[in-house]
């Protein structure tokens, strides 16, 4: 018997409703074309309605102990864990990775939930020493106020999951809007924390017109944080929409990120080790490996081991065995592949694996990796987002500097080496917000994790993240 799609529908004060309106998207199965369900389309009047319910759920909720919030968090997690099956089916599904790697990205949403629960009591203020005798000083944080939240397709359990956990252990409350393409993840979290005893109003989930909901989010004068996750495009967007209202923004932008293979480093075996971590969800993952800088002794040997691994990956539909790259999200990003790859070539560019579509069901794209890339192409100036890599040689430390922040993206970013001196200019020098060294892990949910340049400004994770949904007060008693 084949399993029903769960129904989306979105949230608004504790209800679950299809909204005031009658107009539906369609929810599809990038691997097979398949509508899996129909998408409600929320009116502004929903949109309203969510940012009132927001407004009196944020009156109850901030007045919760941290304990309190603690222990939802922690109950909605365990949740996420005794259901793995059933969510990572909805990723996979939803959006086509493979399910090894659903259940991968739902274990970690519920560590990112188990992070913010356990941070929620430690979000202290400070006693400053007076000057004068008698008197206090202290500050004290509070949390901001209602949020908007925004969440990609890309990682649709991981990233909901981080803002809804950060803003809830800080005592503020949301109007979120996941993605389009792959929401379903983030109402069955939302699911879990009603049933760990979330009070209504305190999350809000709409979807349909993300231009509509956007604006009307940000402008509204309930809203006193925006975090987002996403395209720099968007973001610039929103930011623009905030900045009137000077309200907090975090935005989570575009990585393309560079790694910087160096002389000492094992050539064949960081090739191989570095096919599952950057074509890892078809490399749809902003902080993806993507622009791979060689050391020119050991480059040919770097190349042939990595085509080799690449060319090798089976791709299919992620419910099945063995598989172990999915399609790309949506047939856009097939054809800004196919785009990217033509202008590349017609410039001069090699493909050395890949470099076109698969099949003619689903939106499959085959691991491509591309050498001799003219700096002023496609490839080598617009973030793929897709199983599309790059690798260039280098001589020297300096030009891999200039290789690696050439670009206005500073995310992540990654060294190979077991040079101690190498390691120390690299990080000071490379314009990244993370530098992975000999490791492909640059966030986990206890670090801090926020870009430089046009990937972002602000930071999630770690402490510092739950400082993003807090103000500051100072208090000065006499």
Same mark, same amino acid.
């Given at each position: 018997?084949?399993?029903?799609?769960?129904?989306?529908?979105?949230?608004?004060?504790?209800?679950?409703?299809?909204?005031?309106?009658?107009?539906?998207?369609?929810?599809?199965?990038?691997?097979?074309?398949?509508? &899996?369900?129909?998408?409600?389309? %929320?009116?502004?009047?929903?949109?309203?309605?969510?940012?009132?319910?927001?407004?009196?759920?944020?009156?109850? *909720?901030?007045?919760?102990?941290?304990?309190?919030?603690?222990?939802?968090?922690?109950?909605?997690?365990?949740?996420?864990?005794?259901?793995?099956?059933?969510?990572?089916?909805?990723?996979?599904?939803?959006?086509?990775?493979?399910?090894?790697?659903? #259940?991968?990205?739902?274990?970690?949403?519920?560590?990112?939930?188990?992070?913010?629960?356990?941070?929620? #009591?430690?979000?202290?203020?400070?006693?400053?020493?007076?000057?004068?005798?008698?008197?206090?000083?202290?500050?004290?944080?509070?949390?901001?106020?209602?949020?908007? %939240?925004?969440?990609? *397709?890309? %990682?649709?359990?991981?990233?909901?999951? !981080?803002?809804?956990?950060?803003?809830?252990?800080?005592?503020?409350?949301?109007?979120?809007?996941? @993605?389009?393409? @792959?929401?379903?993840?983030?109402?069955?979290?939302?699911?879990?924390?009603?049933?760990?005893?979330?009070?209504?109003?305190?999350?809000?989930?709409?979807?349909?017109?993300?231009?509509?909901?956007?604006?009307?989010?940000?402008?509204?004068?309930?809203?006193?944080?925006?975090?987002?996750?996403?395209?720099?495009?968007?973001?610039?967007?929103?930011?623009?929409?905030?900045?009137?209202?000077?309200?907090?923004?975090?935005?989570?932008?575009?990585?393309?990120?560079?790694?910087?293979?160096?002389?000492?480093?094992?050539?064949?075996?960081?090739?191989? /080790?570095?096919?599952?971590?950057?074509? !890892?969800?078809?490399?749809?993952?902003?902080?993806?490996?993507?622009?791979?800088?060689?050391?020119?002794?050991?480059?040919?040997?770097?190349?042939?081991?990595?085509?080799?691994? @690449?060319?090798?990956?089976?791709?299919?539909?992620?419910?099945?065995?063995?598989?172990?790259?999915?399609?790309? @999200?949506?047939?856009?990003?097939?054809?800004?592949?196919?785009?990217?790859?033509?202008?590349?070539?017609? &410039?001069?560019?090699?493909?050395?694996?890949?470099?076109?579509?698969?099949?003619?069901?689903?939106?499959?794209?085959?691991?491509?990796?591309?050498?001799?890339?003219?700096?002023?192409?496609?490839?080598?100036?617009?973030?793929?987002?897709?199983?599309?890599?790059?690798?260039?040689?280098?001589?020297?430390?300096?030009?891999?500097?200039?290789?690696?922040?050439?670009?206005?993206?500073?995310?992540?970013?990654?060294? *190979?080496?077991? /040079?101690?001196?190498?390691?120390?200019?690299?990080?000071?020098?490379?314009?990244?917000?993370?530098?992975?060294?000999?490791?492909?892990?640059?966030?986990?949910?206890?670090?801090?994790?926020?870009?430089?340049?046009?990937?972002?400004?602000?930071?999630?994770?770690?402490?510092?993240?739950?400082?993003?949904?807090?103000?500051?007060?100072?208090?000065?008693?006499?």
């Amino acid at each position: 018997m084949v399993q029903a799609h769960p129904r989306p529908q979105m949230l608004i004060g504790g209800r679950w409703t299809d909204g005031s309106g009658d107009r539906t998207v369609p929810l599809e199965n990038p691997a097979t074309g398949e509508v &899996l369900a129909q998408l409600p389309v %929320a009116t502004a009047a929903d949109v309203d309605a969510a940012l009132l319910a927001a407004a009196e759920g944020f009156a109850r *909720w901030r007045t919760e102990s941290p304990i309190q919030r603690g222990r939802v968090l922690r109950e909605a997690a365990g949740q996420l864990r005794a259901q793995i099956g059933a969510v990572s089916r909805v990723i996979t599904l939803e959006l086509g990775k493979p399910l090894a790697e659903a #259940r991968t990205e739902v274990l970690l949403a519920a560590e990112h939930l188990e992070w913010a629960a356990e941070e929620a #009591r430690r979000g202290y203020g400070r006693v400053i020493p007076a000057r004068e005798p008698g008197t206090l000083q202290y500050s004290l944080r509070e949390p901001v106020g209602p949020v908007a %939240a925004f969440s990609p *397709w890309n %990682a649709p359990a991981v990233t909901p999951a !981080r803002k809804i956990g950060g803003a809830l252990a800080a005592g503020c409350s949301l109007v979120l809007k996941p @993605a389009e393409e @792959a929401p379903t993840a983030a109402l069955m979290l939302a699911r879990m924390l009603q049933e760990a005893g979330l009070p209504d109003g305190v999350l809000n989930i709409v979807f349909g017109d993300p231009a509509m909901i956007g604006r009307r989010l940000v402008e509204s004068p309930v809203i006193k944080a925006v975090t987002f996750t996403g395209s720099t495009a968007v973001g610039a967007q929103l930011n623009a929409l905030a900045a009137p209202s000077m309200k907090r923004v975090t935005m989570e932008l575009g990585g393309f990120a560079p790694v910087l293979v160096l002389a000492d480093a094992d050539a064949e075996q960081v090739a191989r /080790s570095a096919v599952p971590a950057c074509l !890892r969800n078809s490399g749809q993952v902003c902080t993806s490996p993507t622009r791979f800088i060689v050391h020119s002794s050991i480059y040919q040997p770097f190349l042939d081991a990595f085509v080799k691994a @690449a060319g090798a990956l089976r791709v299919g539909n992620g419910l099945e065995d063995g598989v172990q790259m999915g399609p790309v @999200a949506n047939e856009r990003r097939v054809q800004a592949l196919q785009a990217m790859t033509e202008d590349a070539v017609a &410039l001069g560019a090699v493909v050395e694996t890949g470099g076109a579509r698969i099949g003619r069901t689903g939106s499959f794209w085959a691991p491509t990796v591309l050498t001799s890339v003219p700096a002023q192409s496609l490839a080598a100036t617009v973030e793929p987002f897709g199983p599309l890599k790059t690798v260039t040689p280098f001589d020297d430390l300096t030009e891999a500097l200039e290789l690696a922040n050439q670009l206005p993206y500073g995310l992540a970013a990654y060294v *190979w080496t077991g /040079s101690a001196s190498a390691t120390s200019r690299l990080t000071s020098n490379l314009e990244a917000g993370s530098v992975a060294v000999n490791s492909w892990k640059p966030s986990l949910p206890e670090t801090p994790f926020g870009g430089f340049h046009l990937s972002g400004v602000g930071t999630e994770g770690g402490v510092e993240g739950l400082h993003g949904f807090q103000r500051l007060r100072y208090v000065s008693q006499s």
